[in-house]
């Protein structure tokens, strides 16, 4: 620790994702200072120091950025939910554009024949889901609900959150209230939020069976502020409704632009952005430039987010998941859109579903969409089927280069375009869509 060091002043020359300047003071160590911008002169401290560099702390911003910002929350210098709300939006956005290219360029040894442009939203109010932590704090008398701390496994104080839907924002106090009267409040560590277009609905995950009492206060609760409840005592597969009437109606999101609105289960995956995401969805078709006569794979498909639109477009799309319920999900969506051209199929994308049956089928164009760990072990596959085209859509930036680079050396594709998308304004994370085109 070096919380007695003297006061510095200096030059930030650059910004992390996590939202820290990078401050490089001659013949010394770098160190990181959380709320510094690059460009900024500022007066910091040294607060902790590592082997490699140093942690600070911001004392006054000298010299302010153009680029900087008023967080629009009270708690964003203690949330661990954000790291970029000192950053103007646009800055955010060329900043996670600039990651991408430079991870592209670094680890993958290439560069896009064309950069997409960002796709955008609202950056505010935008979060439709959200793991919100729980915790009884005796000393203070109630029961804290929100995100952690940074790097502290505390929960923030807080009544209100700028980036989950307002609905959601608006419970917190309501929900601190709740969990507080409940009998189990030190056993609910964790309530999940998702707002779908018919239903707010929470996921308790509770330790220890509610009393009877808790759970009328919990029916009280729901009716009074129009929630469905789940309990999730294990697993996901433990989620359970509280009121069983509540299972008879899926949530759901609609695709105008597409005629189609998909239901969803409160433990399916589905983007946290819903505008975002319906451009992304655009985009993707765009990028594939599907024809009637196309076969379309869909890696990673989950409830059919791509492959129901795409099955518009296109003979035929199989869907590919590892996630059993997410699969069923799928299956019941293309039903209820009356798309007979769909067939979805069960595999572990990232073990032995690479070596399917279906990897010794032609596909004229693939969607991707793989978790962070990216798609390696599938590339052999996708370049036997010998699409002419392939989206690939990435929440990792270092994963989406190493198996850019791999497409481009290996498997006979050229990277045609990519760009970002910010699916989680005011925060680290970059998502991003790449074409790659058969040479």
Known sequence: MASNSPAEIAEVIDLTLEGAGVVAPPGGKRVLVPGALAGEQISFRRQRRRRNFDEGVLLEVLRPSADRAVPACEYFSRCGGCALQHLEPAAQLAMKQATLLDSLQRIGRIAPEQVLAPISGAVWGYRRRARLAVRHVPGKGRVL???????????????SCATVHPAVSRLLPALSELVGALTLRARLP????????NATALVLRVLDPPAAGDLELLRKFAVSHALRIYLQGGGPDSITPLDPHAADEDLRYAMPAHGLSLAFGPADFIQVHAEVNLRMIDQAIGLLEPVATDRILDLYCGIGNFTLPLAKRAAAVTGIEGARPALERARQNAAAAGLSNTRFIEADLSGAGTEGAWTRESFDLVLLDPPRTGAAELLPALARVGARR????????????????????????????AGVMDMFP??????????????
Do not use: W
């Open 190 to 197: 964790q309530i999940e939020v998702t707002v779908a277009d």
């Open 145 to 159: 609900v929100g995100f952690r701390e940074r790097e502290q496994p505390r929960v923030v104080d807080m009544l």
């Open 426 to 439: 005011q925060t680290s994370h970059v998502e991003s869509m790449a074409l790659f085109v058969k040479k």
């Open 390 to 417: 392939i989206v690939y859509v990435s929440c990792h930036p270092g994963t989406l280069a190493r198996d850019a680079g791999l497409l481009v050396a290996g498997h006979g594709y050229r990277l045609r375009a």
